[in-house]
């Protein structure tokens, strides 16, 4: 096949790409270099026998070339900090959801136009995710986004109705959306454009909602987001670990190995149009458990410190459901906790060390009033 990947030098397009490529497909990769992820003199280059194509994904409408004669698209370009989103609103709904607008013209211009368009959407299109209360257990909730209030009185749980703290279970796909930052409001909003855009150009969208994915080729100079990256800049630098809450809010770690194999099952897989699966372990890991992990596989020892703080449209857990991806494609996440840490950290560690930024990405925050203590 042809296969054009949005954000295709990001880290889990350039995953993808060479993944494709072994399995002998022809590959193009349009990414912009964004300076956040590349730094301000990108060195990242196209695995070989990959193309790629420096372009920002809003002028894809001038470049129907680009899509023309591709049998499938994955969507990936995007900006992705949550907590950035809430105050670069502009660029991020500019870039999620025009970018997307612009990528649906260019498919509506080209003469052969691709049969599938898969896109990369996030769990945070549920907010919070699927509960239960003690009080009804078997039925599920969907609390609405912490208050200000309660995150100041270090509540860290979300509350039912009544006032009773809930308990995560995993969500699955069918729950409402209910973003609590912009960015989960950009991811939502792409899901609805290409629902809308794929009867009437001829496309299956495929939608998949990942988890919090992590591994080897993820940026380590983006203080924004990638807590997995963030937490190691700062410990080869004998620099302590900052926790927010109480650490034991929780998220599912997937490994970029699985989600590769989901994105290439739904190449040609027989699955139903506007398909939408999540993507993730399925299985909830509170964050002080993952900072143990980290330290343990990277062989740091550094202060931890959990520190009350948090961040306004941060949510407390969220684990993936994963029925639907094991019914159409068979997906089944692979490998543990600890041995994608493993690799990560023998990777990372074979990198340049970066400036450490979180607490200049942490200022920002503060400075608009979306951090807390
Ligand atoms: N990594 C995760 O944990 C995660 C979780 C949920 C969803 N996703 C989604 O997966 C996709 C890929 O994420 P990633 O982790 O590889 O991120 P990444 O930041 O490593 O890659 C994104 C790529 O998009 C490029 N890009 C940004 N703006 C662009 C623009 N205007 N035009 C062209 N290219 C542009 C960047 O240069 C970068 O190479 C994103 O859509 C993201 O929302 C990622």
Redesign the pocket.
Known sequence: MKIMV??G?????QALGRRLRDLGHGVVL?????PQ??GAVPQVSAPDGVEAVR????DLAERPDLVDGCDVVYH?????GTAQSMYRVREYVS?NEL?TAALIEAIAAAGHRPARVIL?????VYGEGAYTSPKQPGMLLQPAPRTPAQLAASRWEPLGPDGTELVAVATPEDLPFMPGSIYAAT?ASQELLLRAAGPALGFKPVIFR?????GEG??LQ?PYT?IISIFFNRARQGKDIPIYEDGLESRDFVHIDDIVDGLVAALDADIPDGATMNLGAGVATSVIQLVDQLLMSGGFDVPVRVTGQYRVGDIRHCFADLTQARRLLGFEPKVSLASGLDRFCAWAGSQPVHEDRLEQATAELRARNLMGK
């Open positions: 949005t954000g030098l990001g880290f889990i397009g349009v990414d912009s270099l964004t992820i590349h372009l920002d994904v809003r990936l370009a995007a900006e992705t870039v970018g990369a959407s996030s769990r945070s991811k990942f988890q919090n994915v992590y993820q940026s983006n990638g």
